[in-house]
């Protein structure tokens, strides 16, 4: 009864945290590179409509992958949240805020990335079209896609630079997550920012430019989920905060 | 002296959840049903067209009702993590942000809902258009919403399963009540991934996904309103709860 009761582990929450962040990065690749990278032609409406509709079920399951990606993450901002309370209620509040906030958007975004199979169907009404108009919405609608995805990591990027310093200045967790989860912050700012001003440059940033962020989120996503957190420095910071 | 009135303000929170959560019932229902299923028609853009420009009031009003549903959800959610904290703090915030998330979704993709009165209406650059293609874009802005609401619904139906969870583990509300709202909540999940995954599936599936969720809502809406909570056992389960909290630190 009152073992039912009795909160969860520190260590459990956060390996949950982990096995959370892992399936974030995981699926979130998957639907990123190997499916949307593989099917859409940047330029070419006509390829891309061809290639969505050869590999119908395998552009639904990234959308599908993808949801699961973006649910995960409701997830962890809310475990992480709780675990760095300790350290700062506000901040850590604030990096919740920015992580949920940024969840809602990358979903909502996510009619952009079915569209494209209304656009290419053969209903009917979609005779008021011509293929190649058709073709060109269902590109405009990837592109919309891509560009609410990139706001959405605008602030899941403001999420993780709260989320390092809490990690920095906490007791549990090793500094250097922090200071690499900073980093990953400023690696996805910093692109998404030059992506928005100057897309022309934001062409030549090279794909391993954004190496850091894959590996301050993987590795803090690997800790948690091997490590776990410092139980009893956890307690300890929880009593001084009190 | 304050626990008469502490009594009366958590039973009182606990009807107010229940009575929120029906009229968000009734004002989603009705759109859907009574507006949305009247005026589009499947497959069909031009009658689609007509039938939302002659009955434009309506469907406004539809506009209306789904927006009360969705701004009144956010006090049932805030209202459930409240009663549901003492039964797990975590779960409760989980559950809640949940909810967060799937109202910013449905309510920005409630945009798709108006579009088509912008499309349709006689505003001279629409003219660009030939009739029938207005008429296509509008139709497809409806398609739009209805896979909106579908990623809202993944997160609703995680949300239900918390809810369901946190109630089944409570002993202030009826167990079955919790096995309900997680049968339901998965139901939702599953309803809007056979959407995404096979959309013919889905159309078979629906009524029988649908309707436990809707089932489990209104079951849960109908005994906070009615009955409410067992307040003193709340109160025990949240003194447990405390307990184990400072124990832990």
Same mark, same amino acid.
């Given at each position: 009864m009152t073992s039912e009761n009795h909160a969860a582990s520190p260590i459990l929450k956060a390996r949950i945290a982990g096995a959370l962040y892992l399936i974030v990065i995981v699926a979130g690749i998957f639907a990123e590179i190997f499916v949307r990278g593989a099917l859409i032609v940047s330029g070419d409406a006509t390829t891309t409509a061809n290639n969505i509709l050869a590999s119908e079920p395998l552009f639904r399951l990234g959308f599908a992958v993808d949801l699961v990606s973006v649910a995960a993450y409701v997830g962890v901002t809310a475990i992480l949240y709780e675990l760095l309370k300790p350290v700062s209620r506000t901040l850590a509040l604030l990096g919740a805020f920015f992580g949920l906030a940024g969840s809602a958007i990358m979903a909502g975004n996510m009619i952009n990335h079915l569209s494209p199979l209304s656009l290419l169907g053969d209903a009917g009404y979609l005779g008021a079209f011509e293929p190649d108009q058709l073709q060109a919405l269902a590109r405009v609608s990837l592109r919309l896609h891509s560009l609410g995805y990139n706001i959405a990591i605008v602030f899941f990027g403001l999420h993780l630079l709260f989320l390092g310093w809490l990690i920095f200045r +906490? +007791?549990?967790? #090793?500094?250097i997550l922090g200071v690499l989860l900073a980093i990953a912050a400023l690696c996805f700012l910093t692109n998404n920012f030059v992506l928005f001003l100057a897309p022309a440059l934001a &062409?030549?940033? #090279? #794909?391993? &430019?954004m190496l850091p962020s894959l590996i301050g989120e993987g590795s803090l996503a690997l800790w948690l989920l091997m490590v776990g957190v410092n139980a009893e420095k956890w307690r300890e910071q929880v009593g001084a905060g009190e | 002296m304050t626990t008469t009135a502490d009594h009366q303000s958590l039973q009182s929170y606990a009807r107010l959840a229940g009575a929120l959560s029906l009229i968000t019932m009734a004002a989603g229902i009705s759109a859907e049903f009574l507006v949305v299923d009247a005026v589009i028609a499947p497959g069909d853009a031009v009658t689609t067209a007509n039938n939302i420009l002659t009955s434009e009031p309506l469907y406004r009003l539809g506009f209306a009702a789904k927006l009360i549903d969705y701004t009144f959800y956010l006090g049932v959610t805030a209202l459930l993590y409240g009663l549901l904290k003492p039964v797990s703090k975590s779960l409760s915030l989980l559950a809640a942000a949940f909810s967060l998330a799937g109202t910013a979704v449905v309510a920005s993709a409630s945009l798709y809902y108006l579009a088509p009165l912008f499309l349709l209406g006689d505003a001279p650059y629409l003219a660009a258009f030939g009739p029938d293609q207005v008429q296509a874009l509008a139709f497809l802005s409806h398609k739009l919403r209805a896979i909106g609401s579908n990623i809202a619904m993944v997160f609703f139906g995680i949300h239900l399963l918390f809810i369901g969870w946190l109630i089944a583990k409570?002993?202030?509300?009826?167990?079955i009540l919790g096995m309900l709202s997680a049968v339901g909540g998965i139901c939702f999940v599953l309803n809007s991934y056979t959407h995404f995954l096979s959309p013919p599936v889905a159309a078979q599936l629906f009524p029988y996904v649908f309707l436990p969720g809707v089932l489990a809502q209104a079951s849960l809406a109908l005994w906070l309103l009615v009955m409410g909570v067992n307040v003193s056992r709340w109160r025990e389960q949240g003194a447990n709860a405390e307990r184990n909290e400072l124990a832990e630190t």
């Open positions: +906490s +007791s549990f967790l #090793p500094r &062409a030549k940033i #090279p #794909p391993y &430019a | 409570s002993t202030f509300l009826p167990r």
